[in-house]
């Protein structure tokens, strides 16, 4: 780093401070001047002729006062070099070093958001499960793991019959709880319970698996004003399917399939409308997404009229 004016100045000083002070203790410490020599080989001599005689106290006084004013001319040197070998130190000191910026205050790092979960590492797979199972069994037995968000099981997508496995999904940390039940009894049978592996991606990247082209349409009856409904959302509902078809006309009935035993959804159904005209439109809408999945439209034979019995 350059050395600043001020900086120069002081070390300029400190020295020549320095200098004058060893001058001036070299002055105090030096030998008497050839003048002082001479007047002493003179009083020598004197004192050889006469021994007798003594030095007049007048001329001894003198010349302890010559003495002691150098030393006292050498200690004022000597205190003076310090001092000012102390100031150009300071002045040197205070150049070099500037006084340092107050500090910054730092202001607390700013709170980060949780990471986002992916649903995917929430989400298990159950197997070898009863075909009596309930979703209020499941909450049941997963009650210590943490919160069941949603619980979808594996059927026949054409007649709604239970696979005897499905999947659940759990809040964050749930899922690895689930994992430590696997095996255990769960209504007569060891559960089989593993995280559910993602989605393999789409050809054209997007997400989930390719979408497949819809089965061709089957011949339309005589006098239908019924088409049947495949591969439903589990949440779908009257509301949702009346959104769906209401560019195709009046809906008359809609009547979803459960089962006999359990009552439960089998993912399929039957749409009636008030014009027969309206099912040619509604069969167009066949492979579309309807809450997420492709729905499956296709005519439907009108029902037979029941035969009575007598």
């Known amino acids: 780093m350059a050395k600043t004016e001020e900086e120069k100045a002081a070390r300029k000083a400190a020295k020549k401070a320095a200098k004058a ?40 006084t003198k010349v302890e006062g010559d003495d002691k004013a150098a030393r006292k001319a050498a200690k004022k040197a000597a205190k003076a070099a310090k001092k000012a070998k102390e100031e150009a130190e300071a002045a040197a000191g205070s150049a070099a070093e500037p006084e340092a910026p107050p500090l910054a205050e730092v202001s607390p790092a700013p709170a980060t958001s949780p990471a986002p979960v992916d649903p995917q590492a929430c989400k298990c ?23 069941i968000t949603d619980i979808h099981w594996l059927k026949d997508k054409e007649s709604g019959e239970f696979y005897g496995s499905g999947f659940v999904e759990f ?44 089965k061709p349409l089957s011949e339309k009856p005589e006098g239908c004003n019924t088409v049947f409904c495949g591969n439903l959302s589990y949440d779908i509902d009257d509301a949702a399917a009346t959104k769906f ?19 439960d959804f089998k993912g399929c159904g039957f749409i009636e409308f008030s014009d027969p005209a309206s099912v040619d439109q509604a069969v167009k809408k066949n492979g579309e997404d309807l809450m997420g999945r492709n729905i499956r439209i296709d005519y439907s034979a009108p029902r037979k009229p029941r035969e009575k019995s007598w």
């Not at 002055?27 to 008497?32: D, L, Q, R």
């Not at 690895?176 to 319970?193: N, S, T, V, Y």
Request: hydrophobic residues 30%.
């Open 125 to 147: 797979f159950l197997g070898n499960l009863s075909y009596d199972i309930t979703d209020d069994q499941v909450r049941e037995f997963f009650k210590d793991c943490g919160e």
């Open 21 to 60: 002070a060893a001058a001036a203790a070299e002055a105090a410490s030096a030998e008497p001047s050839p003048k002082k020599e001479k007047k002493k080989k003179k009083e020598k001599k004197q004192k050889r002729e006469a021994p007798d005689v003594e030095e007049p106290p007048a001329k001894k």
């Open 245 to 263: 078809f209401e560019s195709c006309g009046e809906i008359a009935n809609i009547r979803w399939l459960t089962d006999r035993e359990t009552g």
């Open 171 to 214: 809040g964050n940390g749930g899922a690895q709880e689930a994992l430590k039940k696997a095996g255990e009894d769960f209504l007569g049978r060891p559960i089989k319970i593993d995280m559910a592996k993602p989605r393999a991606p789409r050809a054209d990247g997007g997400g989930g698996f390719k979408k497949r082209e819809p």
